[in-house]
């Protein structure tokens, strides 16, 4: 069950400066505003993923870069960003991060190849890397009541919520009038206003006693991760066995390993093993890496659906996440309420089941179909699990660690989440492809092709993979292979849908047993944060 941490109102004697009513307010918005804009670079190629993939002509694994190259980013630097936070101050940090976010837009708004795009998209990333940590310890760092707490929380989660709510409007709806560019564009502008209003309204707030930037353990965190993506990602191309994917494997195990090591040598470790003691800290890291993977591995699954196996148009393809994203800003007072007074234990309960049923539901639904009526179901079940669970394992994270530590727990959650959302589209991508290719080999014998016909086809799949083959224009071609691409790649992608929903059904398990369904909300500890 969770430990509900002790609270005690903080006194003159505390150590706790107290932000004035202004201040507290506008670092509660700041911050909402900070998360909204990582989650709009999160979100922003879902609804446009068939188009970046036309215009560019990208492989099924640069399409996958392309969202990863934003998030590998997140889950690698979001502990060093943590303790900068607390060393230096988290409005400086969200300040600095939403500058940093806008050049990666600005360098992605004028792509005109894949490559520059992953560019952009991992310099985006590491603004994002600091946005989430931070903007979530600016917040906690001024509400230091159970209600105040549980209100702020509820907050950012809606305005993460928010943010994946306006980047498929926002992406869809430009590129129905003018090039994809132009979506990275205007989120660019967002970045440069996020900064403004940081700097304008936040408090600034720190933690610095026993942290230090721990240069070894950030070094070989980021590498076990970079190895580990880069194998998912690449295998389905370059061959599971081949030299470089067993290689990266390999060191993503000896990088963990040299890590573990370093941070239990450490005497400032940026992330301090025996967290995980706390059996709802250590929960919550588990259901944020195996959730997050099934709820992103599934949108990316219904993004290629919509954009790139039907070919919707951009503004088609992002009503369905529209509805998914819209649920928690209308469920806001509600979420509230339920942190106050009920916990996170059956909020992840109930949240991660919905999940797992949205997935499984969505696969019923035949791929052929468009409208958006028989998708409603899961669409809804998707945004009402999402809405639950990001707040509760938030909430269940940072309220039972002690008081100096929300700073590092707060960075831990943003690790582990950006971890499985990572995941989420590396793993799908590479599971759903796998099949498709295996899949179309076999159909392409009996295709009745022309040995010349045939050879192109080959050619276009082992360069590109099916996403290519599906997408190429080889004229009279392209419609005899419609039929077996379209299947090939429906056959994956579903099947794939399996695995996120089994994500997610592990993800509810962990939270019954380990956090419980004992109604009861949490609070914070007492903070002995320095607050101005």
Known sequence: MVATPAYDPPTASSGIALATPERHTGTILAGCLAVCLAQIGLVLPAAINGVIQRSLQASGSELTWISDAFLVPAAVLALTFGVVGDLYGRRKLVVGASLLAAVGYLVSATAGSAAQLITGQAISGIGAAALFPA???????????????????????????????????????????????????????????????????????????????DWPGQ???????????????????????????????????????????????????????????????????????????????????????????????????????????????????????????????????????????????LRAVPVQETGLVPLLGPLVLNGVGFGLVVAAITAAAVNVVPPGLTGMAGATTSLVRDLGQTLGPAVV????????????????????????????????????????????????????????TSDALAHGYNNALLLTAAACAVAALIAAVFVGFRSGGTGPVESKESVA
């Open 135 to 213: 903007s979530l310890t600016m917040i906690t760092a001024v509400t230091t009541t159970p209600a105040e707490r549980a209100k702020g929380l509820a907050s950012w989660t809606t305005a993460l919520s928010l943010g994946a709510l306006v980047a498929p409007l926002l992406s869809g709806g430009i590129v129905e009038h003018a090039s994809f560019q132009w979506a990275f564009g205007v989120t660019g502008v967002i970045a440069v206003v996020t900064a403004g209003a940081a700097w304008l309204l936040a408090a600034e707030s720190t933690a610095p006693e026993g942290r230090s930037l």
């Open 429 to 484: 991508g590479a599971v759903a492809l796998g099949m498709a290719a295996s899949r179309l080999t076999g159909s392409l014998a009996d295709a009745g092709l022309t040995p010349k016909e045939h050879g192109i086809a080959d050619a276009v799949l082992d360069a590109g993979g099916p996403l290519a083959l599906h997408t190429a224009d080889l004229g009279p071609l392209s419609a005899k292979l419609r039929p077996f």
């Open 219 to 361: 070094i070989t965190i980021a590498l076990a991760m970079l190895s580990l993506l880069y194998g998912i990602i690449q295998g389905p191309s370059d061959g599971w066995g081949s030299a470089p994917i067993v290689l990266s494997f390999t060191g993503f195990v000896v990088f963990l390993a040299a890590f573990v090591v370093m941070e239990n040598r450490s005497a400032a470790p940026m992330l301090r093993l025996e967290l995980f003691r706390i059996r709802a800290f250590a929960a919550s890291a588990a259901m944020a890496v195996i959730g997050m993977f099934g709820f992103l591995g599934g949108a990316y699954d219904l993004s290629i659906r919509l954009g790139v196996i039907q070919h919707q148009s951009p503004f088609q393809a992002a009503i369905p996440f529209v509805i998914i994203q819209g649920i928690t800003p209308f469920v806001w007072p509600l979420l509230v309420r339920l942190l106050h007074r009920v916990g996170p234990g059956p909020m992840l309960v109930t949240g991660f089941v919905s999940l797992a049923t949205a997935q499984l539901w």
